[in-house]
Nanobody, 124 residues
Framework: QVQLVESGGGLVQAGGSLRLSCAAS????????MAWFRQASGKEREFVAAISGNGVGTTYADSVKGRFTISRDNAKNTVDLHMNSLNPEDTAVYYC?????????????????WGQGTQVTVSS
């Protein structure tokens, strides 16, 4: 059974940094893209960042470009999200996702497996 488990969320002041991690088990995703999405209270889940299977290709939402960095370690079957210059608008539950497709996508329906989410709260 495939599981994605996120960690690293918490409370941080505006301007601070956090690193989220996601560990996959049950299968390897070294050929498949993985991504982070987020969902703020009362809003729809939105794309944040994605990374290709080999880690070379990345794509980001405009709202986080230049502040967030996605990376992966295929030996450990993990994907991280490094978040800098956080602001209150980044407050949300962050979800790790993995796809069985072979190309990077920012589309929610292209991802087949999801973690349970980790809360990130940025105080002003």
């Amino acid at each position: 059974q495939v599981q994605l488990v996120e960690s690293g969320g918490g409370l941080v002041q505006a301007g601070g940094s956090l690193r989220l991690s996601c560990a996959a088990s049950g299968r390897t995703f070294s050929r498949n893209p993985m991504a982070w999405f987020r969902q703020a209270s009362g809003k729809e889940r939105e794309f944040v960042a994605a990374i290709s299977g080999n880690g070379v290709g990345t794509t980001y939402a405009d709202s986080v470009k230049g502040r967030f960095t996605i990376s992966r370690d295929n030996a450990k079957n993990t994907v991280d999200l490094h978040m800098n210059s956080l602001n209150p608008e980044d407050t949300a539950v962050y979800y790790c996702a993995a796809s069985t497709m072979l190309f990077v996508s920012a589309v929610r329906r292209d991802y087949d497996y999801w973690g349970q989410g980790t809360q990130v709260t940025v105080s002003s």
